[in-house]
């Protein structure tokens, strides 16, 4: 399963951006992000019930993700962005069985991602 992203774009610093997710279903999803020349990261992740939610250190208080399990999308409200914040931003689902409470956190514990979506933040 291959997951669709969208919504990012150029944005001068202290901007906002929304990105969406078109997930398969109700399942644990993530957002990371691949900036150039680094490793993939975590950036945010939400429970497949939408009872938790865990951020990245360097996006928490700006970010916030949620989800609307009608439609079957993930969302990524971007505030304050930074020219750090520049990268492709990936979804990710987590189709396995777990805790209700449970962020996974790493890449290795999520099946399907998406595209990628690229953000830039300008200075």
């Known amino acids: 399963v291959q997951l669709v992203e969208s919504g990012g774009g150029l944005v001068q610093a202290g901007g906002s951006l929304r990105l969406f997710c078109a997930a398969s279903g109700r399942y644990a999803m993530g957002w990371f992000r691949q900036a150039p020349g680094k490793e993939r990261e975590f950036v945010a992740g939400?429970?497949?019930?939408?009872?938790?939610?865990d951020y990245a250190d360097s996006v928490r208080g700006r970010f916030a993700i949620s989800r609307d399990d009608s439609k079957n999308e993930v969302f990524l409200q971007m505030n304050s962005l930074k020219p750090e914040d520049t990268a492709v931003y990936y979804c990710?689902?987590?189709?396995?069985?777990?805790?209700?409470?449970?962020?996974?956190?790493?890449?290795?514990?999520?099946?399907?991602w998406g595209q990628g979506t690229q953000v830039f933040v300008s200075s």
């Open positions: 939400i429970t497949w019930n939408g009872y938790a939610s």
């Open positions: 990710a689902e987590d189709q396995s069985a777990r805790s209700p409470w449970y962020v996974p956190r790493v890449a290795g514990d999520y099946d399907s």
